[in-house]
């Protein structure tokens, strides 16, 4: 492995800015840099061109994992993979197994394992069931919704099979992901139950993480062109001066015509 402090002048990769960008996001959701700090590090760090350019822009965070890591690793570790196998965890049950909304409303959301089987009950008000960072106790889950003069809201990431088998009167059901494939051993979301004047609805949306990665990228687009605009600028500035090289050719025939006479004066 090449030492990190002995190469500053190596050309960073995308995937090196890429690695540096995801301890800024740890670092931004742990609280150890506010907004300001890590726009203009992610600015810096998409413009990098080397290692010594990226060095100082963690070196006062740690790794993930570790409680003390260098600013950068020119260690290539692979790329996380895209199955589920480390999301369905197994188990009876999960974090919650039920919620209950009566003129109020409930939330299950962020990083919590939704169980085999999730009941909920909302009369005059609203739940919000978010799977997008969710574990799963089984590769199959139930959810039960009753919805009375209420809503439930379920939210599911891409790659995931919804079915949905409630039953409506005089509201409904959401069948806009029913039956939309999964992924390749990626979890089934099982929506039942009743919506009586009230609704349970299906939205499919990118995890938080992912439209980060999109808005960072668009971000690192940006730059880029105007860095490719200021070359171009530059480039122009210099046809403008010289616009057929006359400047060029004027001073190479200067040269030629000082070396003649100072041959003449040889002889």
Request: net charge negative; hydrophobic share 35%.
């Amino acid at each position: 492995m090449t030492d990190d402090a002995a190469v500053p002048d190596l050309r960073a990769s995308d995937a090196d800015r890429e690695r540096v960008a995801e301890i800024l996001r740890d670092a931004l959701a742990e609280g150890r840099l506010d907004m300001e700090e890590f726009e203009e590090r992610l600015d810096a760090t998409y413009a990098a061109r080397t290692y010594g350019d990226l060095a100082p822009i963690t070196r006062d965070l740690p790794d993930r994992g570790a409680a003390v890591a260098p600013a950068v690793s020119l260690t290539k570790e692979p790329a996380p993979g895209g199955d589920w196998a480390g999301r369905i965890v197994g188990g009876d049950s999960g974090t919650s197994s039920w919620g209950v909304a009566v003129m109020s409303g409930f939330q299950r959301k962020g990083q919590w394992t939704a169980p085999r089987r999730f009941n909920c009950f909302a009369f005059w008000g609203g739940g919000e069931i978010d799977l997008r960072e969710a574990y799963f106790a089984d590769r199959e889950i139930v959810i039960n919704a009753v919805a009375i003069m209420g809503g439930v809201e379920i939210i599911v990431p891409p790659g995931v099979e919804v079915v949905v088998r409630g039953v409506g009167i005089m509201g409904g059901f959401d069948h806009r992901e029913d039956g939309v494939p999964g992924e390749p051993g990626g979890p089934r979301v099982i929506v039942t139950g009743l919506a009586f004047w009230g609704g349970v609805g299906v939205q499919r949306k990118l995890p938080r993480s992912e439209k980060q990665r999109l808005r960072e990228e668009r971000r690192r687009q940006k730059l880029e062109r105007k860095e490719s605009r200021r070359r171009e600028l530059e480039g122009s500035r210099h046809d403008l001066h010289d616009p057929l090289g006359l400047h060029l050719h004027d001073r190479r025939g200067r040269r030629e015509e000082s070396g003649e006479r100072g041959r003449d004066g040889d002889r």
